[in-house]
């Protein structure tokens, strides 16, 4: 059985970064993120490949939000800066053992989740 950890949420003011980490309990998997914001569905946010070759991102994000890995440590970050408070929302870490595209059934693992919390 995977296991994701994420930690790096938190409350932080609009204009603000914060830096998400997960670990996971096994490697060679692609990762990424998702989020669900109070009242609405849970959407992609971001996506990177085994070798960190290919990201992907929604649109919301581009140019704000930075996703990296270190596979030696088999921990996935999420660099989120200029956050804005529709960015509110609990963040969860996915895996995938080949490929993830956008969608839920995509992806094989989940994370816990971690609060995001972003002041006006």
């Known amino acids: 059985q995977v296991q994701l950890v994420e930690s790096g949420g938190g409350l932080v003011q609009a204009g603000g970064s914060l830096r998400l980490s997960c670990t996971a309990s096994?490697?060679?998997?692609?990762m990424g993120w998702f989020r669900q914001a109070p009242g609405k569905e849970r959407e992609f946010v971001c996506y990177i490949s085994i070798g960190g070759r290919m990201t992907r991102y929604t649109d919301s994000v581009k140019g704000r939000f930075t996703i990296s890995r270190d596979n030696a440590k088999n921990t996935v970050y999420l660099q989120m800066n200029s956050l804005k408070p529709e960015d509110t929302a609990i963040y969860y870490c996915?895996?995938?053992?080949?490929?993830?595209?956008?969608?839920?059934?995509?992806?094989?693992?989940w994370g816990q989740g971690t609060q995001v919390t972003v002041s006006s």
């Open positions: 096994v490697s060679n998997y692609g």
């Open positions: 996915v895996a995938v053992k080949i490929f993830g595209g956008t969608a839920e059934y995509d992806y094989d693992y």
